[in-house]
């Protein structure tokens, strides 16, 4: 029984150690990915300064107009706003692409003759769709100063002449060259992923959309395709895994973690399996998507080491508690008498001694235990005043700010409570009466507001008093924000219970008016005071009847539709309905509707319904008359149609009730509220969606609104 007892304990301890070394591998990855999220925001925040300048450059007059003065002088303002950035030269090519304009990271200018006309960016910027947008190409070696690997990215952008200066007080408007950026990509990418260390000798490295190295510690990765290069090093080892990671994840702009084997390490070569995190650059290039995926990598190795000793000594602990539970067994079946006093003695040492390296073990694992949590809730304690005595390192990254800044303060500076006493109020009572409280808190730390599932907990010193308090909060802002959206969903399904109710009752009473109204239209002459007020009734009760109408949709939209349909089709017939009516309302319609588009899902005439709701919202919306654009694109199995007005645009706080049922902004009588829900059931059932896109004038904006339509492609 005794031996029984030891194995199972012995499987239990071996099935301990690898559930533990999971866990803290999963937890490590996870620290990695916030190193790799915090790293491509950083770039996609560079690549959009960079873009900001080039823009802001492009509409300069001394750019526009290529004045011999100052155009050089504007690009070395540029170079000292946005140089960190991996800017090695500024280049400005006139409209007929044979003559450059151009100062390099030194601030030398120079005036070069040859030609660029038949380069893909100047082609790409003469076209007239392409004003204000901006092309980035893909990582090339080429021509760039002060680089070790060669790479560089070309971001160029249209210029016009639309701006006025002292010698041109009239714009022309007309094309005036292409400005460009030549940048540096190893040297951006290096920047920001070169500090970066994952524990001791963890490292970032960072491909580009089609698989190019960028940044790597291995200086000569960079510049090499990501999929051969690791095989040329060690064609023993098969990186299947990796590639598969790159190709069907890193690639596509996703973020995650996983494992991979490799070959080497900071200087080992040796074969090893490596913990990953990564995460997706966007840098947002108009001609085409383009995307990096910045990756953080450590050996396994380096995690299980450190509690490997650990565990080393606990199994040194139990082997040896075992073989002296098995002697000591033995020795009192044979020597039951004569040695029960030594063996009583031998097993106190041994318990004792079993004890000391059971407690060191326990403080070790609870040390560790709590280093591994920290990166998951906000940890600290405070004193009875309310002062920070102590933060982990998520604390740090959730505010913003180092220990050496946040401790010492009041935590009501830090954390901002929906009352001034909140914090000190629940302090006070842990202090008073020892005891746990839970509850959860609406805080605002910054800019932002958070949810958190907060624990105070009293801290015992030795001598039996309270010394501080242990405060775990964990972020559940995202778990409130999805109660809302079921309280909201259940609010819905309740509501059409409700409105299909209302409709069926009031269809009766309203059919037997309008029966007995046709009825009485026929007793009256036709220029009767009688026969006009029955036909104001008829409207009336008509009016009613399409209310009624518009609420059985909302409630139950009909299964009985065709399964695919051509939607170019069906915005032109729309378009022939609504042409007058937009004529009469003064609205310019302009359309960009792309060339043979595919079939999409979808019933004709329900999407009408959609297009037409959308359309009068637009018109309603331009009451002094406007410009309405219509465009539809196909692009990744969808079809988008987009519907964009000139409207003074929908109010933030409006924004989250624009589908509810029934909600409204126009007069009474003038719209029931229905139309965005019923168009939103009906997309949704084919697999659609609706999106929202609008701007009120703040901030120099011109003002508008964008209903964009994404209905999936059939399928052939």
Known sequence: MILILLISALIMGLHSVREMKRRINEDFNYQQLELAKHAASILTEHFTTLKREILALSRSPSIQYIEPVSWASRMRTSFLSVGDYGLDKIILIDANGLTSY?????????????????????????????????????????????????????????????????????????FSGVLMFVINASSLARKVVGPIRSGKTGYA?????????????????????????????????????????????????????????????????????????????????????????????????????????????????????????????????????TWLRTLEREVKEKTKDLEDYTGRLRRSEESYRSLIESADDMIYTVDKNCCILSVNQYFQRLTGMHEDQIVGQNISDIIQYATPAQARSILKRVFEKPRTIDQEERVKIGNREYWLDTKYKPVMTNEGRIGSVLVISRDITEHKRME?????????????????????????????????????????????????????????????QRIIENLLAFARISDKTSTDTNVAEDIQKVINVVINTLLTKKV?????????????????????????????????????????????????????????????????????????????????????????????????????????????????YNPGTTFTVVLPVVNE
Not at 130 to 147: F, P, R, V, W
Not at 149 to 168: C, D, E, K, W
Not at 272 to 297: E, H, R
Request: glycine share 10%.
């Open 102 to 174: 151009s100062i390099d990271h030194m601030g030398s200018n120079f005036v070069d003759k040859r030609p660029y006309n038949n380069e893909d960016y100047f082609k790409w910027a003469k076209q007239l769709d392409n004003k204000d947008k901006i092309y980035i190409s893909e990582a090339l070696k080429g021509d760039t100063q002060n680089l070790e690997t060669g790479l560089a990215l070309i971001m160029a952008t249209p210029v016009y002449q639309i701006a006025r200066s002292p010698t041109h007080l009239t714009p022309a408007g007309q």
């Open 205 to 337: 490295w960072v491909i580009d959309k089609t698989g190019q190295f960028m940044y790597h510690l291995e200086k000569d990765f960079i510049g090499q395709d990501a999929f051969k290069v690791r095989q040329f090093k060690d064609p023993h080892i098969s990186f299947s895994k990796i590639d598969l990671i790159q190709k069907t994840k890193m690639l596509q702009g996703k973020e995650g973690t996983s494992w991979y084997i490799s070959g080497w390490h900071r200087g080992r070569i040796e074969k090893m399996k490596k913990l990953i995190a990564y995460s997706p650059v966007y840098i947002g290039a108009d001609q085409t998507p383009q995307t990096w995926s910045v990756a953080v990598v450590a050996p396994v190795s380096e995690v299980e080491d450190v509690i490997h000793t650990v565990y080393v000594r606990q199994a040194m602990v139990q082997g040896t508690f075992t073989a002296a539970v098995i002697i000591i067994f033995l020795f009192l079946m044979v020597n039951e008498r």
């Open 588 to 700: 310019e319609l302009k359309t960009d509707i792309g060339k043979d588009l595919p079939r999409v899902r979808g019933d004709g005439p329900q999407l009408e319904q959609v297009f037409m709701n959308i359309i009068n919202n637009a018109v309603a919306a331009m009451e002094d008359g406007g410009i309405l654009t219509i465009s539809a694109h196909s692009s990744d199995g969808t079809v988008e149609i987009s519907f964009t007005d000139t409207g003074p645009g929908i109010p933030p706080e409006n924004m989250d009730k624009i589908f509810e049922p029934f909600f409204t902004t126009k007069k009474v009588g003038e719209g029931t509220g229905l139309g965005l829900s019923v168009s939103y059931g009906i997309l949704t059932k084919f697999g659609g969606d609706i999106r929202v896109r609008s701007q009120t004038g703040g901030g120099g």
């Open 484 to 544: 809302g959206q079921l309280f909201h969903t259940e609010k819905l399904a309740s509501l059409g219970s409700l409105s299909a109710g209302v409709a069926h009752e009031m269809n009766n009473p309203i059919a037997v008016i309008l029966g007995f109204t046709e009825s009485l239209l026929e007793k009256f002459p036709k220029d009767s005071k009688e026969h006009e007020i029955l036909k104001i009734i008829e409207r009336q009760g008509n009016s009613c």
